[in-house]
């Protein structure tokens, strides 16, 4: 009998068409709010003040937080506020009613509201990891694992839509699984509860970003048995974006956050896994620096992050092709319309 998903992944355009309308509602409600195009504000220090909204806080992320405790971003001018929005939608809908000015996640959310209509969109400007970034947990040590031991199995899987649950359907469907009906996905349970649940008996694998395989590792509920970064390849799994408007408003100050992450991505290059993780460690003061670098030493090891920060249109060509075979887009979208290069080029050079 054929498995089939616990919750079924919508069509695009109407995922589109709800999200359409809870920006417009949000935007009727919320209050200060800065108008769309508005110049970034300087603080009584003279630097420029700027929020950016991240889709989750992880070290996943790691030349970004380099590049906060080392004081990359004060140097180019730039007072940063980071927030957390706890999924991409929520990140989204911060950058484009205007109460973040930065966004940091997948950039398949971009392409999602321009399809869907928005006209001050939002465009990428720096791409940050180029490997996905989660790994497969199994309850026992598997040494000799294959994706065919999926087959038959409940995985707690991801949003659907969102990168993690397409790059992890994309890799099925590489190795001859059909993610509909060889195996059964969990996508019912909320983003960072997913190991809770996993530890207290639901699903046979689930699918983890880091602390949270490596967590499940530690106390004996689980074991890490393949990496999704690797097996998918070089994938555009994360990149910075902000309304067009915004860009067109401040390039200098674009240019300058551009130029704080660059000297991040410099930093990883050129340092070891413990000097990265005794680097960002006051970022995850709930984590020990002992598990920091294990993180950071696994990571590292699949070549995660770019040595720049180009997006690329063969890796967003890439990215399309993730969405059309998952069903999440219905029509193509224009590289140089979403994506805009000249910042991280010049932070580059």
């Known amino acids: 009998m054929k498995n089939m998903r616990k919750n079924n992944t919508y069509r695009m355009s109407k995922r589109v068409l709800a999200f359409g309308l809870c920006l417009l509602f949000l935007c009727a409600c919320l209050t200060g709010c800065k108008t769309s195009g508005d ?28 590049a906060i405790e080392e004081g990359y971003f004060e140097e180019e001018g730039i007072d940063l506020t980071l927030v957390t929005g706890f999924g991409a939608d929520k990140t989204m809908t911060a950058v484009l009613t205007g109460e973040a000015d930065i966004g940091f996640m997948g950039s398949e959310s971009t392409i999602y509201t321009y399809v869907g209509g928005t006209q001050d969109y939002a465009v990428n400007f720096a791409q940050l990891t180029q490997r996905a970034g989660n790994f497969l947990v199994a309850r026992e040590p598997l040494d ?15 949003r659907a839509g969102g990168m993690p649950e397409m ?11 059909d993610p509909k009906t060889d195996l059964t996905i969990d996508q019912s349970i909320d983003f960072g509860s997913t190991a809770a649940a996993f530890s207290g008996g639901q699903g046979d694998f689930t699918v983890e970003f880091e602390p949270h395989a490596t967590s499940l590792e530690a106390k004996g509920d689980g074991y890490v048995v ?4 690797e097996d998918s390849g070089y994938v555009p799994y ?13 390039p200098e100050l674009i240019q300058s956050f551009t130029n704080a992450l660059q000297k991040g991505m410099d930093y990883v290059q050129d340092h070891t896994p413990e000097e990265i993780a005794k680097a960002i460690a006051p970022q995850f003061e709930e984590t020990d620096l002992e598990t920091i670098t294990a993180i950071v030493t696994r990571y590292h090891a ?24 998952s069903g ?22």
């Open 39 to 66: 110049k970034a504000a300087k603080n009584s220090g003279g630097k420029t003040e700027v929020t950016l909204n991240e889709v989750a806080h992880s070290i996943f992320y790691a030349p970004m937080y380099v």
């Open 144 to 158: 000799d694992f294959s994706w065919d031991m999926l087959k038959g199995k409940e995985v707690l899987g991801g």
């Open 167 to 177: 790059v992890f359907e994309f890799i099925l469907k590489k190795n001859n699984i």
């Open 238 to 250: 994360t990149a910075f974006s902000a309304k067009k408007s915004f860009i067109d408003a401040n």
């Open 302 to 325: 699949q070549d995660t992050w770019k040595d720049n920060l180009v997006f690329g249109e063969d890796a967003f060509t890439l990215l399309q092709n993730i969405l059309e075979e």
């Open 226 to 229: 393949a990496s999704l970064g």
């Open 328 to 349: 999440e887009l219905s029509e193509r979208v224009p590289y140089e319309t979403l994506v805009t290069t000249k910042f991280a080029e010049n932070a580059a050079k």
